[in-house]
Nanobody, 120 residues
Framework: QVQLVESGGGLVQPGGSLRLSCAASGTIFRITGMAWYRQAPGKQRELVAIISTRDRTTYADSVKGRFAISRDSAKSTVDLQMNNLKPEDTAVYYC??????????????WGQGTQVTVSS
């Protein structure tokens, strides 16, 4: 069984920084895409950033230049460095990984979510 566990959320003032981390554990043969999503109250979950196996990254327009996604495939982790945070970044952040537990299987897994609140 595969589990994703996030850490690093919290309360920060506008302009501040936070670093989110997500670690996968369990029976893992291979991890392909890794990503961070977020969901604000009353809104749909949206993609924040994604990183491929070749470290190719894509960001939502709203976070470009402020957020940076990185991965350590050997450790099965993905991080999200968030700088110059704004109140509109307030949301529950979820990590997401496409994981194969055998050579022939590939499934999408989600973390439990971590709250990020940007407020003065």
């Amino acid at each position: 069984q595969v589990q994703l566990v996030e850490s690093g959320g919290g309360l920060v003032q506008p302009g501040g920084s936070l670093r989110l981390s997500c670690a996968a554990s369990g029976t893992i043969f291979r991890i392909t895409g890794m990503a961070w999503y977020r969901q604000a109250p009353g809104k749909q979950r949206e993609l924040v950033a994604i990183i491929s196996t070749r470290d190719r990254t894509t960001y939502a327009d709203s976070v470009k230049g402020r957020f940076a996604i990185s991965r350590d495939s050997a450790k099965s982790t993905v991080d999200l460095q968030m700088n110059n945070l704004k109140p509109e970044d307030t949301a529950v952040y979820y990590c997401n990984m496409d994981i194969a537990i055998t050579e022939l299987s590939l499934s999408t897994y989600w973390g439990q979510g971590t709250q990020v609140t940007v407020s003065s």
